[in-house]
């Protein structure tokens, strides 16, 4: 088994189960129908491509596991998603506002990944970003619309920002995980891809009328492990049932 | 003079259903069928938006990412009947703000079914078996029902139920063929929702004030009676497949009717529920109402962003 590739494609799975996992809360609780129905979708694109890295996470595991082990029966240390996508829902601004800042990400990052010399890396990245286009459209245009509301929403959103913009450093601070999985051609240069974050964020909060904060200390542990306290309460709901029932198909 | 006009207008109104034409948004109708529709629509909307709380409830629960990918879009499908519905209503002149805020006003109803909590992931299950079943009983006369744009968002809506059904059955018989415990929350579900199911039906045949203008209008085809016997024949069987019980002692085969007989319901129990005394009403309706306010600053800034983007492309073309 390749210890490597399996982290890394878990790494990869963790970001867009745990996001997809707090958009889902939304389900029934949106401020317009048309739009809980969108978070809806979104939700479900991420953990349907969580899926798809899981499953290849499995085969590179081999011994019989399968994507609900990865899900339901690891503890918070073991998942790697970046902590940006278990900070909590907050206001829908504040989702919205998480979302673009991983939209950005998440897009440049798979697009590169569709060169990865791991053929099924690759196929998974391809699939996934006409989805994650559609994403960071739909959180693109929200940032705007609501940068560039009503001063209520302007000031909601600014402080948005200014919070979670502290959540988006450790996304691209490769560890020795990602500098291992670029030498062999299977990982994605970070340093490639973030001028181009740092452009997209520029351009979309300027049209929103909105800035990024002054200091630039950045929050990281998520990819080694070393969550905030969010994570295990999400783990509690999530796992409820595999914990409660152990072995028991659903 | 307007009298014998209107009398005409109303004959050829009736003729029409009478014909099996369907009414459309511009046609002529009378007022009681036009407040009568819009009644009964948008309380069907706001059943699908209130029915969201009870299953989204299991989303962050779901026991594995198939179900979870499952239950999310089952719960998306019903905010898109809702969508439908509400669409629906306004061919009839009725605006969609305006019936959300009597729903979250307690003015207007939605089915009491959505008042009880779902309490362990069986009950799942349950209601998309039980409460999917019964909403596609009562729903698929509607796809042939006088009005057209009704009749026509509830063909799309009954094929999504349909699948919900199968879906909530699936999850049953999943449960009913595991462990022992998984096949006692099954039995605890079925317990908890079979009486509610039947009532979603209405009240009975001699109670129920519509429905026999209703009937000659073609916007209700079947007696409730009708209907929730259907369902009961229709469930009996799957009960045996998956091997649970229905809770109904009185619940037999008649050889003479060739249908079930069944036990009394408990109509205290349903005016009640209807009345706001239901286990979950309090708990939907400021759910329901904490989702709006909460949402307001975000459709009003949707508002002025719309507002300040027509006027810059105004002063655009203006200065072209
Ligand atoms: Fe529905
Ligand atoms: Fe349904």
Known sequence: MNKSLLNYTLRIADNNLILGHRLSEWCGHGPILEQDIALTNIALDLVGQARNYFQLAAEIKGGGATEDDFAYLRDVYDFQNVLLTEQPNGHFGETITRQFFFDVFNYYFTQALTKSTNSQLAAIAEKSLKEITYHLRFSSEWMIRLGDGTEESHAKMQQAVDDLWMFTGEAFQADALDLEMVENGVGVKLEEIKPYFDQKVTDILDQATLSLPEGNWMQKGGKQGKHSEHLGFILAELQFLQRAYPGAKW | ?320
């Open chain 2, 1 to 320: 003079m307007s009298d014998s006009k209107n009398i005409s207008l109303e004959d050829r109104f009736q003729e029409k259903i009478d014909n099996n034409i369907q009414i459309e948004p511009k046609d002529w109708m009378p007022e009681g069928y036009r407040k009568t529709l819009i009644r009964q629509i948008s309380q069907h909307a706001h059943s699908e938006i209130v029915g969201m709380l009870p299953e989204g409830n299991w989303i962050s629960r779901a026991p594995s990412l198939r179900r979870k990918m499952g239950l999310l879009a089952k719960v998306q499908d019903e905010a898109g009947h809702g969508l439908y519905l509400y669409g629906a209503a306004e061919t009839l002149g009725a605006d969609r703000a305006s019936l959300i805020d009597d729903l979250h006003s307690g003015k207007a109803k939605y089915s009491s079914i959505f008042n009880y909590p779902t309490l362990t992931w069986a009950d799942i299950g349950a209601i998309g078996w039980l409460v999917d079943g019964a909403a596609i009983m009562n729903q698929v006369p509607l796809c042939s029902c006088s009005y057209g744009p009704y009749a026509r968002a509830m063909v799309r809506v009954c094929k999504e139920e349909s699948f919900h059904q199968r879906q909530g059955f699936e999850i049953m018989m999943a449960l009913c063929n595991g462990s022992p415990e998984q096949k006692e929350l099954a039995q605890d579900a079925l317990n908890r929702w079979w009486w509610p199911s039947l009532m979603m039906f209405g009240p009975n045949d001699s109670e129920s004030k519509h429905s026999a203008q209703s009937m000659k209008w073609k916007i209700k085809r079947f007696s409730n009676d009708e209907l929730r016997q259907r369902f009961v024949d229709m469930s009996v069987p799957q009960a045996k497949i998956l091997g649970i019980t229905i809770p109904d002692a009185d619940l037999k085969w008649n050889e003479e009717t060739k249908q079930h007989d069944y036990g009394k319901i408990d109509w205290e129990e349903f005016w009640n529920v209807v009345k706001g005394n239901g286990p979950c009403n309090k708990q939907r309706l400021k759910t329901r109402n904490k989702a709006h306010d909460q949402g307001k600053w975000v459709r009003e800034a949707a508002t002025a962003y719309a507002e300040k983007r027509r006027q810059r492309n105004a002063n655009r073309a203006k200065t072209a």
